[in-house]
């Protein structure tokens, strides 16, 4: 039903259902989309997540939960995620805050 001659795929498929139908010609794929030049992009020296990228997330999970994006079973799941994302935010801040005041008083 399909002939490929060099840059063209052809289907004869409509002349058999509806010989009124036009033919038409589709370049083929290598014709519409040649190799692409490659770009280089550099890598990131290292992955980082600070408290304020954990603190987007946690907003992000509840603005998805105040707006029904998760099924009722879904919910209890991310919330237990949400709990525990929260409360190692709360125990960064603490540490944070604990060596900010160690430092001060040295």
Request: charged share 20%.
């Amino acid at each position: 039903m399909t002939e490929k001659d060099e840059n063209n795929i052809t289907t004869n498929d409509a002349e058999a259902v509806n010989p009124e139908l036009p033919r038409v010609d589709v370049p083929a794929p290598e014709a519409v989309n040649p190799e692409l030049p490659r770009v280089d992009v550099p890598a990131p020296e290292s992955a980082t997540l600070g408290v304020a990228d954990l603190q987007n997330a946690a907003q992000v999970i509840d603005v998805a939960v105040s707006r029904g994006a998760f099924r009722a079973g879904e919910v209890a799941q991310v919330g237990t995620v949400f709990n525990r994302l929260v409360a190692f935010i709360q125990s960064v801040q603490q540490q944070q805050q604990q060596q900010e005041t160690q430092d001060a008083q040295q």
